[in-house]
């Protein structure tokens, strides 16, 4: 069965801390790892990575991938207030049709 | 603007009623989606849609169904069959080759 798992679940940081969060998958037929953020409603994307070891990046936040692992990271330096929310992990799969397969989220919270 | 519209953004519904939830897109997207979200736990699959008039069931299909008549229309109905239907709702749409999402804002369904 495909499965995403991100750790942590939850993190509690303050203002200028870096935090790493982790993504780790099991899908047959990978095509796309994507991450996105989600503070009220609507997530919104941030990074898709589809080769190992090439990093994003955008200002504070970047991303990379291991297809030999299976995992990846998002890091965020010099945290703000306006980085708490959620941070979804999707794999995109391609098992016959697309499909993207979800992680629970890790929620972070940025205090001042 | 290019963008995906769901409504109602709240709706309250009463046992054993059904309700249907719009979502519309203007990006000419191939594929929609929709998932569920509870609280504390990732994005779960309902329905998507590769092309008009076809769909698949996702993980948690029971108790709901979909139409896709139109290429920018993908409203799903919460039957009465649905045990624990009070969830965050999110549409979402997709190039059919291409891995990024874009989310709706969400409709927030209340069972009372």
């Known amino acids: 069965e495909d499965k995403v798992v991100q750790s942590p679940l939850s993190l509690v940081v303050h203002e200028g801390d870096t935090v790493t969060l982790n993504c780790s998958y099991e899908?047959?037929?990978?095509?796309?790892l994507l991450w996105y953020k989600q503070e009220k409603k609507a997530p919104t994307f941030l990074f898709m990575l589809?080769?190992?070891?090439i990093e994003k990046k955008s200002g504070r936040l970047s991303s990379i991938l291991d297809k030999k692992e299976l995992f990846s990271i998002l890091n965020i330096t010099a945290t703000q207030t306006g980085d708490s929310a959620v941070y979804l992990c999707?794999?995109?799969?391609?098992?016959?049709?697309?499909?993207?397969?979800f992680g629970t989220g890790t929620r972070l919270k940025v205090l001042a | 603007d290019g963008g995906i519209t769901q409504s109602p953004k709240y709706l309250f519904r009463k046992e054993g009623q059904n309700v249907t939830l719009s979502c519309e897109q203007n990006?000419?997207?191939?594929?929609m989606y929709w998932y569920r979200q509870d609280p504390g736990q990732g994005l779960r699959l309902i329905y998507y849609?590769?092309?008009?008039?076809?769909?698949q069931k996702g993980d948690i299909a029971e108790g709901y169904s979909v139409s896709r008549e139109k290429k920018e229309s993908f409203p799903l109905t919460v039957t009465s069959a649905q045990k624990n239907p009070t969830a965050f709702y999110l549409c979402?749409?997709?190039?059919?080759?291409?891995?990024?999402?874009?989310f709706g804002p969400g409709t927030r369904l209340t069972v009372l």
């Open positions: 999707a794999v995109e799969a391609t098992s016959g049709t697309y499909k993207y397969i």
């Open positions: 589809t080769s190992s070891g």
């Open positions: 979402a749409s997709s190039p059919r080759t291409q891995g990024e999402q874009f």
């Open positions: 899908v047959t037929n990978f095509r796309s």
């Open positions: 990006l000419n997207h191939d594929a």
């Open positions: 849609s590769q092309i008009v008039n076809d769909f």
